[in-house]
């Protein structure tokens, strides 16, 4: 059974901090998605990562994927309120997808 | 863009009752997942269907039955309802080969 662990399990910071979510696997996944769920939502797909070592930016986020296609990490700057939420991280590898427990921040203004 | 539409959003039953929960698409993809979230454990797959007909058991799939008779609908069956599944339920398609697109989720309450 591959699983993935995302650490922290919660993190609380105050507005325009900087912060790192890591999602690690003991197995090789050929992509890593990251999504983000706000409360009475579904998840919505924020990045995919495919290649090891890749690095994607969007806006304020930087996600990469580790060498060995186990872990990705999701890097944060100058967090807003409105980055709070619930960040998952899944992997695919055949026809279904492995979502980690995810990361719950909590932006404070 | 994709849409799903999950039915009800929101029930409370009793235990011992059977119930079904369903999940439509708006377009013709081939892969739709039924998903429980519970805290600690995020999203573990219950089962999934890769066309019509064809459906296959997640990692907890034990009392739940599904079905799928036609490309947009997947239904979720809790032949009876226990406690334990007292959860929020998603419902998934496959977009690409690496990306889910989900629905807002059920919310169901066994009392």
């Known amino acids: 059974t591959q699983l993935l662990e995302q650490s922290p399990q919660f993190l609380s910071i105050q507005e325009g901090e900087n912060l790192t979510v890591y999602c690690n696997s003991s197995s090789v996944f050929s992509s890593l998605q990251w999504y983000r769920q706000e409360p009475g939502e579904g998840p919505v797909l924020l990045v995919t990562v495919v290649t090891g070592g890749e690095v994607k930016k969007l806006k304020r986020l930087t996600f990469q994927f580790g060498d060995a296609r186990k872990d990705s990490s999701l890097h944060i700057t100058a967090a807003q309120p409105g980055d709070t939420g619930l960040y998952l991280c899944a992997g695919t590898n055949g026809q279904n997808f492995v979502f980690g427990p995810g990361t719950r921040l909590s932006v404070l203004p | 863009d994709a849409g799903i539409t999950q039915s009800p959003r929101h029930k409370v039953t009793e235990t011992g009752t059977p119930v079904t929960l369903r999940c439509h698409q708006t377009?013709?993809?081939?892969?739709m997942y039924w998903y429980r979230q519970d805290p600690g454990h995020g999203l573990r797959l219950i089962h999934y269907?890769?066309?019509?007909?064809?459906?296959d058991k997640g990692e907890v799939s034990d009392g739940y039955s599904v079905s799928r008779s036609k490309t947009e609908d997947f239904l979720l069956t809790l032949e009876s309802a226990t406690s334990s599944q007292t959860s929020v339920y998603f419902c998934a398609i496959r977009t690409r080969e690496t990306e889910a697109f989900f629905g807002q989720g059920t919310r169901l309450t066994v009392v």
């Open positions: 377009e013709n993809h081939r892969y």
């Open positions: 269907s890769y066309g019509v007909k064809d459906t």
